[in-house]
């Protein structure tokens, strides 16, 4: 029998590339699948913390294991920006990719240096757990922003990232070589592992 757990998510990208990442062995609920249609605070300055406050919310309230993540690019010369900002990078919008894109790639026009990585931070609670635990999963990639957009694949900031290893876009890569490599594929895997040895 499937375990079944909530991805305090509603985003259609993250929760097929979550799902095919963990394969059979689970049924990955949506926000919509158990009726939480609010928004979930991401009060933090930090991704563990954000992460962690997103998993607090739904499991208060709903009592079913769930897991949370927060995602941010980190890009050096910019002293780690956009990173825990990412989604809301540019002024005044709400997961904007392409203001978000143009914002970075502006920030880093005539810049050497464009050595970023991505960080995925997922916190897990558990029902039978000591109350308030949290396990924490974290997944990095490395890479480079690149100076112009390239690719139709992915979302987010994936056509102006390329990461270490490859001379494409994880927008040019495609999903199933992403959902290798992935900072969300190794934070994934990790947390795969733990609940398939639960």
Not at 70 to 76: A, K, P, R, S
Not at 100 to 123: C, H, P, S, Y
Request: aromatic fraction near 8%; include cysteine; glycine fraction near 8%.
């Amino acid at each position: 029998m499937k375990k079944e757990i909530v991805f305090a998510t509603n985003n259609e990208h993250k929760l097929s590339e979550i799902r095919s990442i963990l394969g059979e062995e689970f049924e990955v609920k949506s926000l919509n699948d158990i009726g939480c249609h609010e928004e979930i605070p991401e009060d933090f300055d930090t991704l563990e913390d954000n992460a962690a406050q997103k998993a607090h919310y739904i499991f208060d309230k709903y009592h079913v294991d769930c897991f949370a993540d927060d995602t941010g690019l980190e890009v050096e010369a910019l002293n780690g920006e956009p990173g825990v900002h990412s989604a809301r990078y540019a002024e005044g919008t709400d997961h904007d990719s392409e203001a978000n894109m143009d914002k970075l790639l502006q920030k880093l026009d005539g810049q050497e240096n464009r050595n970023a990585r991505f960080r995925t931070v997922i916190a897990l609670i558990q029902k039978g757990e000591p109350e308030a635990k949290v396990s924490l999963f974290q997944g990095t990639v490395y890479g480079v922003i690149t100076k112009e957009k390239s690719g139709a694949e992915g979302f987010g900031y994936d056509p102006i990232f390329q990461p270490d290893g490859y001379d494409q876009t994880f927008a040019e890569l495609g999903n199933d070589i992403k959902n290798n490599i992935s900072h969300r594929a190794h934070a994934v895997s990790k947390l795969a592992e733990f609940l398939l040895n639960a």
